[in-house]
């Protein structure tokens, strides 16, 4: 994200702090850290465990129990980039998918900061939490930019024509403890598949395994197999925390209060030799700034 974007409370003030983490960039994920203010990293970061956690809970029909409001680990680094996982942050680029992600990077806004979902596998990279909701036919995910996917779990097919969207054609199904979500059917770019631009098109084919291998943890292992713009499938991996009782979302209206929509251009701004990115901005304030702040800067 590219500036805070929404009305007073708790909620700017985090989508202001990730827009700093590129400026961050020179120095380790985990210790650039350690300087978003207290209240933003409590909501934005889980606590490993003081002790062993208990066994994973189960739900009434015996599967491992994913519902819980899951925040991102200090550990991952770094957030936002799809690549995180490959040498040298990169992805392997089609001479298509080359030229998509060229095209984001000087011709494309950022979606999100212009209010489109991100989507998936896009969601999964974030650096916000997320809350699960489970029963035995349908598993729904809940984002912070009020958005929702809903998976259903009643043995169906793909749609054979599905309209293209920004979570896809989706459909879940145990394979053991793990639960599997198979999606197909997404909007082609300029939708970026992470925080870095990366293009994603109408052919990409995502499946996530999902497992909580303890009470504390929520684990993903993302495939993203995109033969238009990806030379072969390539993998993500990830895991959460659970948040302290009571945590959960809190309502966000993407369009309120918008103050710096006029000051957003085409790309995601540097990457950096450690894969974060952003453009290089001051030192952001203990609370967002008012409108008219915003109304005396430059473009950048």
Known sequence: MNGPKTGAGLVPLILAVLSSFGAQATEPKVTANADIPPEARAFLFGEEPTSPPGPAPRAADGHPELSGFWKGSPATTPVGNIGKDLPGFKLP?????QAALQHNLS??????????????????????????????????????????????VDGRSHD??????????????????????????????????????????????????????????????LTVDDPKFYTHPFKYT???????????????SCSENNVDRDHLGPGPGPI???????????????????PEFYEKQPNK
């Open 107 to 152: 011709a494309t806004v950022d979606p999100e900061s212009l209010c489109i979902i991100g989507g998936i596998p896009r969601h999964s990279a974030s650096a916000l939490p997320f809350e699960i909701v489970q029963n035995s036919n349908r598993v729904v995910f809940l984002y912070l930019y009020t958005y929702f996917r809903l998976i259903p």
């Open 160 to 221: 054979p024509d599905p309209d293209p969207s920004f979570f896809g054609d989706k459909i879940g199904r145990w394979d053991g403890d793990t639960f599997v979500i198979d999606s197909v059917g997404f909007k082609a770019s300029p939708i970026w598949i992470d925080e870095n631009a990366n293009p994603q098109s109408d052919a990409m084919h995502a499946t996530e395994r999902w497992t909580r291998p303890d009470a504390s943890h929520l684990h993903l292992d």
């Open 272 to 290: 950096k030799p450690d894969g974060t990115r952003g453009y290089l901005v001051p030192d952001l304030p203990k609370v967002p700034p008012s």
């Open 93 to 97: 680029l089609t001479p298509a998918g």
């Open 238 to 252: 990830r895991t959460w925390l659970l948040g302290k009782p009571k945590e959960g979302l809190q309502e966000y």
